[in-house]
């Protein structure tokens, strides 16, 4: 194995240039190292210019989602060796602005989210005071849900989406995932109220189960089954209003 | 530019957004703004693996979750708080149900619970092993329908703004564009968790700089029981990845290179296959790290590029339970180490986990300081005394978020007609400039930042490890003025305004140099050993001079200042540390 290796990362400081650029980079590439672990070589040692996020390092805090030659990846999660003899080329995750160089704009995810109404949702009235202690739920249908629960929203999904790319006003992967975790979830009764802020967005039935997201999910998370689970009770949902207007 | 809100919180993990939900419940006409260096999902809460301690079976008691807190921490927790905090957890923990956290649950629907190391009962909620991945996230979503709640996410906090005894806000630099900000407030709760990263090889993310433990320091508050650092027995090596305790709750052995369970010759109990309450492998933290010492200078670990390690056995809880229980660890294993425990030995080492010591506060997380509170791993209140319990730093966020929360509201309601004073905002235009000043001068230094980070780090690492002496603690004490020193002369090559993580990362070292010394200052001062803090020079306890708390504070000129305050002891007087028997 070679023992360095040359990591081709994209720069870009909108106050210097009105593109992209590439600079090399030749960096140690012992067996442990994750494309993290060289970027942050990079930084100590050679640049300290070069702007990115990480945080935990251990792929559950969702910062560093970059494209590593051309593939949306956690660079916590993701080996330089398995690059060698490189060079691996590191760019921002697409589909988004970029800030700064590997630093992408997610406040059109952080706007989306709020809008599939993530948190528990009950029926007016069926609200369990805490001296009753909690709701059941048993591990069946834990399970039913627990999938969708495991989103890092680190966004790899939406640089993967081939439908978020043509139209930015695609809730996305993630944020539906995120829908169907609480509307499949025992404690909860917010799937109709979820399901009329979903309908009207755009984008959702143009999804052609391509499974580009699930492909890329680090978690398993799977939003592609969750994307047409949602249009099939979508559908059922839609049909029962036309027979039966709510509040009938 | 200035912005005015009630209540300002920095920092938007477990601790923050809990606070910010108590005040929007307590009086929703109350404006509430979160600043976090990171999106609040990204919060290092998301890191915590395996439980949050909360009595809620017929066989457990209140009394014996503080017992065990209180023992476990050596006797230096308050135990007043200690009894409101064991009260309320179950409450806490319940409501974090009610409002979605995926927790396990037994067949018959009910919460499920796991043993934990120094707990007598099974009293351990848990969400698989990413328990505290499950709570940041059902918090941060259930944050979002509070209107109330405003965010200024990826804003880093430069100081907090006082006057007249009273701090009324902060100063802060968006991330995006590098606008400087004065931000007002009636009431700052910090909630900037932990500073592991001053220790070179820690479970901490690379956020976890004690930015909150600095401000306040800075500003005048006291910081209480600094030197006692938690060392978790059991990280891998080289990423210094947590391997849950969860692993050995559910009946992992820690083995030294023969095979032998180690843990039996340090007072910690028999082995027996099965998992037994507050013995061997469930030992406290602090003693299992302390035995691995012990067997490295026996030369029974074993060597690796990486250091020396023990080896932590899950191979006879076979698959099933592995994957059911704590398939994090399998993840983590898989992914980093090329290992699968179903069949390897995983090597582990101890490595920097958690701080007991922050900044001072009552158990309403007001500090000394007027308008200034904090919860979390950045307060100090103090419930985990010498050495904290595991599974106890979830719900002692959730709890005492709440009532810093619940207390800042009133602070901040009361307060209601008066603006910022004229001074708060000349302080705030001062900052402003001395950042910008700092930023633009074309300095011609040549220091490194990254140099002068790992120094301090390996300082910390000599002079205020597993063990300590004075001598050790001097030479910390002494290199830390040296580095302080160097620091003002680092380069900052970005000149840039956007998104400029160099100069946040100048930001960040120039307060993890603050904190280190005054870890390493109260470790100097406190002449016994007791929980997490151990003198070779000192070797015992020494209840007559150090039943007490340490309180750091900085004079003007920039030295600090030792004084202790008694512990509150409610119902159980300070004994012997009894563990395996």
Known sequence: MADRITMQVARYRPEIESDATFQDYEVPCPRDWVILDGLNYVKDRLDGTLSYRWSCRMGICGSCGMTVNGEPKLTCATFLADYAPGPVRVEPLRNFPVIRDLVVEIGDFMRKLVKVKPWIIRDEGDVRPLSQGEYRQTPAELQDYKQFSMCINCMLCYAACPIYGLDPKFIGPAAIALAQRYNLDSRDHGARERMEILSEHAGIWGCTFVGECTKVCPKNVDPAGAIQRYKLSAAVESLKAFFMPRGA | ?581
């Not at chain 2, 406290?284 to 691995?292: G, M």
């Not at chain 2, 309601?413 to 930023?439: H, I």
């Not at chain 2, 140099?451 to 390996?458: A, L, P, S, W």
């Not at chain 2, 470790?523 to 803090?533: D, Y």
């Open chain 2, 1 to 581: 530019m200035t912005a005015h809100h009630d209540v300002l919180l920095v920092g938007g993990g477990g601790a923050g957004l809990r606070a910010a939900i108590a005040i929007a419940e307590t009086n929703p006409s109350l404006r509430i703004a979160i600043i976090s260096k990171v999106y609040p999902m990204r919060s290092h809460t998301v890191s915590a693996e395996g439980g949050a301690a909360g009595v809620i079976r017929g066989d457990d008691t209140l009394d014996e979750h503080a017992y065990d807190t209180i023992s476990g921490g050596d006797w230096l927790s308050d135990q007043d708080a200690v009894e409101a905090f064991v009260r309320e957890a179950p409450q806490e923990l319940l409501r974090l149900e009610h409002w979605g956290c995926p927790w396990s649950r037994e067949p018959d629907g009910g919460v499920g619970v796991r043993p934990f190391g120094g707990m007598k009962k099974m009293r351990t909620w848990f969400a698989a092993d990413k328990t505290g991945f499950h709570m940041l996230h059902t918090l941060f979503q259930t944050s979002l329908k509070y209107s109330s709640i405003e965010r200024y996410d990826e804003w880093f906090v430069t100081t907090l703004l006082e006057d007249d005894g009273r701090v009324q806000g902060v100063v802060a630099i968006d991330l995006m564009s590098g606008r400087i900000e004065t931000i007002t407030a009636h009431a700052v709760i910090l909630c900037t968790g932990g500073c592991g990263r001053v220790f070179p090889f820690t479970t901490n993310a690379s956020i976890k700089t004690g930015d909150g433990m600095a401000l306040a320091y800075r500003a005048g508050a006291p910081l209480k029981d600094m030197e006692f650092v938690q060392y978790h027995p059991t990280g891998l090596p080289f990423t210094g990845i947590l391997i849950t305790e969860a692993a050995r709750s559910e009946g992992g052995y820690l083995i030294n290179k023969d095979g032998y369970r180690y843990l039996q010759d340090y007072n910690l109990g028999k082995p027996e296959p099965k998992p037994v309450f507050r013995s061997m492998e469930l030992g406290p933290r602090d003693r299992l790290s302390q035995a691995f010492v012990k067997e490295l200078q026996k030369g029974r670990t074993t060597e690796t590029e990486h250091g020396p390690v023990v080896h932590l056995d899950l191979r006879h809880l076979g698959e099933r339970t592995i994957e059911s229980k704590i398939p994090f660890v399998r993840e983590l294993c898989l992914k980093y180490q090329n290992i699968d425990p179903v069949k390897d030995l995983i090597p582990v080492r101890p490595v920097v986990h958690y701080m007991m010591g922050g900044v001072h506060t009552d158990a309403n997380g007001a500090t000394p300081l007027a308008g200034l509170y904090a919860a979390g791993e950045v307060a100090c209140v103090s419930i985990n005394g010498a050495n904290r319990l595991g599974s106890n730093s979830l719900p002692e966020l959730l709890v005492f978020g709440a009532r810093a929360g619940r207390a800042a509201a009133e602070h901040a309601s009361s307060m209601a007609a008066k603006g910022p004073g004229a001074a708060v905002l000349a302080r705030g235009k001062d900052e402003e400039l001395r950042l910008g000043q700092q930023f633009t001068r074309a300095n011609g230094h040549r220091e490194r930042l990254a140099t002068v980070r790992d120094e301090m780090q390996k300082a910390m690492e000599d002079s205020a490890g597993i063990y300590r002496s004075g001598q050790s603690l001097q030479r910390g004490v002494d290199t830390l003025r040296e580095l302080r020193e160097r620091f003002s002369s680092i380069a900052i090559d970005d000149r840039s305004l956007t998104f400029n993580t160099e100069r946040i990362a100048a930001l960040e070292l120039s307060f993890m140099l603050d904190v280190a010394d005054a870890i390493v200052g109260s470790a100097l001062a406190r002449e016994e050993s007791r929980g997490a803090h151990q003198r070779t020079d000192y070797p015992t306890r020494d209840d007559q001079r150090y039943l007490a708390h340490s309180l750091v504070r900085r004079a003007p000129d920039g030295s600090s200042r030792v004084e202790y305050l008694p512990v509150t002891i409610t119902r159980w007087p300070p004994a012997e540390r009894v563990y395996g028997r």
